[in-house]
């Protein structure tokens, strides 16, 4: 079983940026893809950002190219997404997951974290 704790949330203003941090721990962490997913209030959960074990292979949603990164740190069970130039409609609780391949859908992914809050006001 792998267990992942995202944060570094908070309270940001238009223009702004945040670095989220999402912490793993279990079995072979370094052997997963990561991503990150995104929910507001009263939508689906999106994807946000996807990075290969070997970190070589990355892929972001439309909505946050060339806006946000994602990276990760295998010798500390830690992926990371750096916001930049956040938008209003960024506002949304933010997810980590743990899943077997690049993807972009939310059931191709096995673990998931309890999320951090990320608000940006304008």
């Known amino acids: 079983q792998v267990q992942l704790v995202e944060s570094g949330g908070g309270l940001v203003q238009a223009g702004g940026s945040l670095r989220l941090s999402c912490a793993g721990s279990?079995?072979?962490?370094?052997?997963?893809?990561m991503g990150w997913f995104r929910q507001a209030p009263g939508k689906e959960r999106e994807f946000v950002a996807v990075?290969?074990?070997?970190?070589?292979?990355?892929l972001y949603a439309d909505s946050v190219k060339g806006r946000f990164t994602i990276s990760r740190d295998n010798a500390k069970n830690t992926v990371y997404l750096q916001m930049n130039s956040l938008k209003p409609e960024d506002t949304a609780v933010y997810y980590c997951?743990?899943?077997?391949?690049?993807?972009?859908?939310?059931?191709?992914?096995?673990?998931w974290g309890q999320g951090t809050q990320v608000t940006v006001s304008s």
């Open positions: 990075i290969r074990w070997s970190g070589g292979r990355t």
């Open positions: 997951a743990a899943g077997p391949m690049v993807v972009t859908s939310t059931r191709n992914y096995d673990y």
């Open positions: 279990g079995r072979s962490f370094s052997s997963y893809v």
